[in-house]
Nanobody
Framework: QVRLVESGGGLVQAGGSLRLSCVSQ????????MAWYRQAPGKERELVAE????????YGDFAQDRFYIGRGTPARNTVYLQMYNLKPEDTAVYYC?????????WGQGTQVTVSS
């Protein structure tokens, strides 16, 4: 059973930084891709960044040049999201996602709140 656990969310002032981490617990399955999504109140869930082992990462337009995704240790099932220059509009619940074959796994989410 794959269980994705996020950490690192919190409250930060505009212009600040946060680093989110996601670890797969309960399984050694290699997850590819691994990604971060976010969902703000009243809005649809959207892709923040995606990491694939065989290609360059891709980002949502709003994340370009501010957010960076990378694999942790072990790389097969951990991922982090480094966020810089956070804005109030980045306030949302951030979810980790990992895929194995046709299966898609989600974490429980971590709240990021950016104050102005």
């Amino acid at each position: 059973q794959v269980r994705l656990v996020e950490s690192g969310g919190g409250l930060v002032q505009a212009g600040g930084s946060l680093r989110l981490s996601c670890v797969s617990q309960g399984s050694n399955l290699g997850l590819n891709p691994m990604a971060w999504y976010r969902q703000a109140p009243g809005k649809e869930r959207e892709l923040v960044a995606e990491s694939r082992t065989d290609s360059a990462p891709r980002y949502g337009d709003f994340a370009q040049d501010r957010f960076y995704i990378g694999r942790g240790t072990p790389a097969r099932n951990t991922v982090y999201l480094q966020m810089y220059n956070l804005k109030p509009e980045d306030t949302a619940v951030y979810y980790c996602n990992g895929r194995w074959s046709t299966h898609s796994f989600w974490g429980q989410g971590t709240q990021v709140t950016v104050s102005s």
